[in-house]
């Protein structure tokens, strides 16, 4: 058998004992950590996916494109032939928050018999508020002088384009309006989200 070594003193060095096993508790409380720190890592990642993927995927309750029908008067309210302005009012939706009964801009309605046309007051140039004119038989935009007829077409000035349409319904003798705003200053109607 090998002697035991000894240092320049003569003393035989102390001996390194062997570890312990860990316990099975010690075992125990670390996968406990683990799960811990894996719940609270997928809670934190849920804080973060959950709004992102609400704010990215599109609305169920309309966006661009979708039919977003509002009550604007009764079909009574309206003479024959006669545009008349009137002013929408509706919920206004961004991102984030809806803001009830707020006014979201004006139309022209004109009725024909049971059936109503509307336009939108917005010049389709830079988004001055269209007026009708004082002979009742054309409308313009007093900021450049645009020209539109009664159904809306451009006749005059530096609009790209007509009046901008609206779908029109009437539901129970009252008149809804899918109301939209367009993009100005270019030829082609294309929605504003």
Request: some cysteine.
């Amino acid at each position: 058998m090998a002697e035991p070594m000894q240092n320049d003193l003569g003393v035989e060095p102390p001996r390194a004992e062997r570890p312990e096993e860990p316990s099975r508790v010690d075992g125990g409380r670390r996968g406990a950590l683990k799960v811990l720190v894996a719940l609270g890592g997928a809670a934190y990642a849920g804080a973060i996916v959950v709004p992102a993927v609400t704010m990215l995927a599109p609305s169920s309750e309309g966006g661009v494109g979708a039919a977003r029908f509002l009550r604007v008067c009764r079909l009574a309210d309206l003479t024959e032939g006669e545009p008349r302005r009137v002013v929408v009012v509706g919920d206004e939706r961004d991102a984030y928050t809806v803001t009830k009964d707020q006014q979201l801009g004006s139309i022209w309605l004109t009725k024909k018999g049971d059936a109503v046309s509307a336009l939108s007051a917005v010049c389709p140039h830079l988004g001055c508020s269209i007026d009708l004119n004082g002979d009742k038989k054309s409308f313009s935009c007093p900021c450049h002088t645009s020209r539109f007829s009664l159904v809306g077409a451009a006749e005059a000035g530096p609009s790209p384009r007509g009046m901008d349409p609206l779908a029109v319904r009437v539901v129970d003798g009252h008149v809804e309006v899918d109301f939209k705003l367009f993009r100005q200053g270019i030829a082609e109607r294309k929605e504003v989200g």
